[in-house]
């Protein structure tokens, strides 16, 4: 069964850091896109960013373009998202997703076909 955990979120002051991990199990990320959603109460879900599974190129949505940045450890079967210079407006939950199709993580058409639980971000002083 293919399964995502993530972690990373919590509370933490404008200008502040996080970094978000998404790590699979039951299945292996080499090949697949992953990407990372968020939804605020109230908003639609927005793709935030994204990163191939064929050659590592990355995507960033422009509101976080600058002060996000994506990685992936095929070892250790993980994707992260490093988080800086927050916002109050980065707050929502965070969800990661894979799927074979970079435009679909990328939060264009069709939804990933797999997704984590999610993880809350809060930005707040």
């Known amino acids: 069964q293919l399964q995502f955990v993530e972690s990373g979120g919590g509370l933490v002051q404008p200008g502040g850091s996080l970094t978000l991990s998404c790590a699979a199990s039951?299945?292996?990320?080499?090949?697949?896109?992953v990407g990372w959603f968020r939804q605020a109460p109230g908003k639609e879900s927005e793709g935030v960013s994204c990163?191939?599974?064929?050659?590592?190129?990355?995507y960033y949505a422009n509101s976080v373009k600058g002060r996000f940045a994506i990685s992936r450890d095929n070892a250790k079967n993980t994707v992260y998202l490093q988080m800086n210079s927050l916002k109050p407006e980065d707050t929502a939950v965070y969800y990661c997703?894979?799927?074979?199709?970079?435009?679909?993580?990328?939060?264009?058409?069709?939804?990933?076909?797999?997704w984590g639980q999610g993880t809350q971000v809060t930005v707040s002083s």
């Open positions: 997703a894979a799927d074979h199709t970079f435009r679909k993580v990328s939060g264009v058409g069709v939804p990933p076909d797999y």
């Open positions: 039951g299945f292996t990320l080499d090949y697949y896109a």
């Open positions: 990163i191939s599974g064929v050659d590592d190129s990355t």
